[in-house]
Every structure is written in structure tokens, then in C-alpha cells.
């Protein structure tokens, strides 16, 4: 799909990956519609890419608020005339062990990482069905193939996010409108708090500048990629697990006894 030229809704572009990828498709030539939960931000990054002559606004919204996703993708073609591209990029991460977690919590990560772009994805499939053409860009993670543990429940609902995916450009194939999956690794955004930071330098986790995320989610954009996984090993670990799912157990499984102290730290 090309950039220049195209309307593109973007969730959670007041974070790490969103924000890099918002500079880089406005630098393209896209017109972009910011969906942010914090309208002074939002209006930060909104200002500072139009003085780069970015033509750009801003929503406001929670995605936790079951009315919310209709609203914004409404307003997004009322006040922009179109949505050609929407990507969901908004997310939240719980980790520790599950046994510590909030049930609260869990159902809020399900809110944002999957139900807040389903909703999104019905309400603008129409428009986007009767134009006869669009992307969707679903941010996944290199956790929504492998369940990892102290992020069981960030996996299961990157895992759902993966399948609905899958199931849906299998539905849509021949519409003109594509969904894209990208699965990136560890990105160093604040999306990791601290301790989340200081156990990935101790796993020695390989970690990526979002502003390089952003170009791949670019490129996977451009060449109407169905799925993009960012990095390797963790490309043929995708693989292995799919494939030996009891050779990754037992790796994990090693790799989980590192984790305990950051685990029970993070459950505190
Ligand atoms: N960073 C990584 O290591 C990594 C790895 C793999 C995949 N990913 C995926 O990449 C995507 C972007 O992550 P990131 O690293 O850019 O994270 P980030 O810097 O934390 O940005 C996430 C954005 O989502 C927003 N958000 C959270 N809850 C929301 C809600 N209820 N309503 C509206 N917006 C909400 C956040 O707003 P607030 O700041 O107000 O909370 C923030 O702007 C996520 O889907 C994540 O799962 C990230």
C-alpha cells in the first residue's frame, strides 16, 4: 500500500513505536489521524509534526471504554474524508507471575492489546469495503507465538490478536483490503518499566531503537507484507515453537528460573 497520500489512523501514537512511526509516514507524505489517551501530549506531537508541514490531527480517546473504538474511527472519516490505513499500535503489558496478578488488570490488557482493535477493525471494515481498499496494521509480538512465561496473559491476548489476523485477511482476501501482521521484539520504549528493563539486560534480550520497529512496520506496509516478524533468533524461535514446541519448553523453562527475582520483585 503507498504512504504518500494516504490517510492513516494511528492508536497509541503517544508511545514509543507510535510516535517514531507517526515522524516517519508524516515525513512520507501521509496524512495522519493521532489517537492519543492524553490530549496534551497528543497535542505535543500533533504541533511539532505540523510545523514539518504534516497534515495531522488528533482524537482523544480511552480504548478501554467499549464506545470509544466507533467514536474515533466516526470522527476519523467525518473530519479527515477517509481512513485508508489503520494501525493498531496501542498496547499494555503485565509481567510477573499470573498467580499475582490483578484480575482487573488482566481484563484491561485484554481491552487494549485485543478487543480495542477488534472493535476498531469492524468499525471501519465497512468504509473500507465499500471503497474497496485499505490496510490494517495489527502490532502483535514476537510473544503472541510464543507463550512466554511472567507475560502469560500479554501473550494470550498478543496470541489472539495474531489469530484474528490470520482468520480475518483469510475472510477478506480478495476485497483490496489487507491486513498486516508485525510481531516485533523487545523495543526499548517505556512500554518496559524498570524492572521489565533491568531483567531483559540480564537475559541479555536483544533490544531495538523503536525508530528501526517503525521502518520495518513501514516496509511491511509498502509491500502489503501478510505477516512480519522482527529479528532474529527470535524468527526461528517463532518457527521451533510452532514446530518442537517441548525443545522451547525446556529453554524456557531455564530461562524462567533468571526470571524469578524480577517476577516476584514485579508482584510486590
Ligand atoms: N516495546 C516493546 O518491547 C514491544 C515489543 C513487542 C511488541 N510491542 C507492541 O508494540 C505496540 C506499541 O508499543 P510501545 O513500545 O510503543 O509502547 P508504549 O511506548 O507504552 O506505547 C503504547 C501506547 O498505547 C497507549 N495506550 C495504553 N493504554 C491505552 C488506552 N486504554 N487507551 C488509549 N491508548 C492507550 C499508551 O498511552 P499511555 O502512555 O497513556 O499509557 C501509549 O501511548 C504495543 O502494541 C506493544 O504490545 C512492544
Given at each position: 500500500?503507498?504512504?504518500?497520500?494516504?490517510t492513516i489512523l494511528i492508536t497509541g501514537a503517544g508511545g514509543g513505536i507510535?510516535?517514531?512511526?507517526?515522524e516517519q509516514l508524516a515525513s512520507k507524505g501521509a496524512a495522519l489521524v493521532l489517537v492519543d489517551r492524553n490530549a496534551e501530549r497528543g497535542e505535543r506531537l500533533a504541533s511539532q509534526l505540523r510545523a514539518k508541514g504534516a497534515r495531522t490531527r488528533l482524537l482523544v480517546g480511552d480504548l478501554t471504554q467499549p464506545t470509544v473504538p466507533l467514536r474515533l474511527v466516526a470522527d476519523a472519516i467525518d473530519q479527515a474524508g477517509a481512513i485508508d490505513i489503520l494501525i493498531n499500535c496501542a498496547g499494555v503489558q503485565n509481567f510477573g507471575y499470573f498467580a499475582d496478578e490483578a484480575a482487573a488488570d488482566t481484563t484491561?490488557?485484554?481491552?487494549?492489546?485485543?478487543?480495542?482493535?477488534?472493535?476498531?477493525?469492524?468499525?471501519?471494515?465497512?468504509?473500507?469495503?465499500?471503497?474497496?481498499?485499505g490496510q490494517?496494521?495489527?502490532?502483535?509480538?514476537?510473544?503472541?507465538s510464543i507463550g512466554f512465561p511472567c507475560f502469560a496473559s500479554y501473550s494470550a491476548s498478543k496470541f489472539a490478536l495474531r489469530g484474528f489476523?490470520?482468520?480475518?485477511?483469510?475472510?477478506?482476501?480478495g476485497t483490496g483490503v489487507g491486513i498486516t501482521y508485525v510481531a516485533p521484539r523487545f523495543t526499548k520504549t517505556p512500554f518496559n518499566r524498570n524492572v521489565v528493563n533491568r531483567m531483559a539486560d540480564a537475559l541479555k534480550m536483544n533490544q531495538d531503537e523503536p525508530a528501526d520497529v517503525a521502518a520495518s512496520i513501514i516496509e511491511a506496509i509498502e509491500n502489503d507484507r501478510l505477516e512480519r516478524y522482527l529479528g532474529w533468533p527470535e524468527k526461528l524461535f517463532v518457527r521451533l515453537n510452532?514446530?518442537?514446541?517441548r525443545l522451547v519448553?525446556?529453554?524456557?523453562?531455564k530461562q524462567a528460573d533468571q526470571m524469578r527475582p524480577f517476577a516476584i520483585e514485579a508482584g510486590r
Open positions: 500500500m503507498k504512504i504518500a497520500a494516504s507510535g510516535g517514531a512511526l507517526a484491561t490488557l485484554f481491552n487494549v492489546n485485543t478487543v480495542a482493535p477488534i472493535n476498531l477493525i469492524n468499525a471501519v471494515l465497512p468504509h473500507m469495503l465499500a471503497r474497496k481498499g490494517i496494521v495489527n502490532l502483535g509480538s514476537i510473544f503472541g489476523s490470520e482468520a480475518l485477511r483469510r475472510e477478506l482476501a510452532a514446530i518442537f514446541p519448553d525446556s529453554a524456557l523453562i
